[in-house]
């Protein structure tokens, strides 16, 4: 819609407003007239909408008030703003699939603003009620969680968020990195192997090969160790090197920037 149809509406709702309307009518006018303010950027919008959420208490149409005002904000990625609009619903009200994106946009939000701690929490809701979004949620919350270092459930939300189609290839170079932090090799062995063989189109998939690569080199299988240091460094045209592969494992972390035995994430 057109900035001058809201504008219109605007006008026509202010206009409703002084004439001899019922409550009912009155809340509908009232709300109209904050949300095309909203959307034609009229300084006094977010205050309408504030001030119509306040003054109706648990009227049903505060849901949809709180809704519009977070929403406003969240995809201009005004992200402050948003937590502070979203943070005037009552989720309980809502309906199940509302309640989660609710939730999982005030975590996704505070994670835009680098604030996890904040964020988690809201993730950790958003998975557990089994909508669509969930699986974004267990995502975020499985990178947050990897973060901070808790790796059990990082892996157990990545391992989620996998199950969706959007995520399957998304996830993999991350739980590699998880199990191989982990110091489990066999389990990176065993869950790259048949992933890297499948031809997927994987996101990150020279990291999975050296991780894999190392796996392989902790555990003296050097031919195997071999063969993903070349696909890592074949998949990085400026890692071309002419010596041997076992050769080009301690050039491949002087330009990865990894000094450590085990790479990182």
Known sequence: MTSSFFSASLYDNSRLLNQNLNSEQQKSATLHQAMAALEIESPDGPGLMKSYIFENGNHPTVATAG?????????????????????????????????????????YSHFQLKNNAAAAPFFDQAKTLNQPISADAYYYSGFIAM?????????????????TSFYATKVPYLLTALYYQEGNYDQVIGYAEPLLASGQNLDRKETINLYLAEAYYAKKDFANASKNYDAFI???????????????????????GITSERPTI
């Open 67 to 107: 809704l519009y005002l977070g929403d406003h904000f969240f995809y201009k990625r005004n992200y402050s703003e948003a937590i502070e609009g979203y943070a005037l619903v009552k989720t309980n009200g809502l309906a199940e699939t509302n309640k989660a994106e609710v939730l999982f946009k005030q975590g």
């Open 234 to 256: 074949n998949s990085k045209k400026r890692y071309a090197f002419p010596g041997g592969s076992l050769q080009s494992r301690n050039f491949i972390f002087l330009k990865s």
């Open 147 to 163: 973060q901070n270092g808790n790796s059990s459930k990082a892996i157990t939300d990545l391992q989620a968020a996998g199950k």
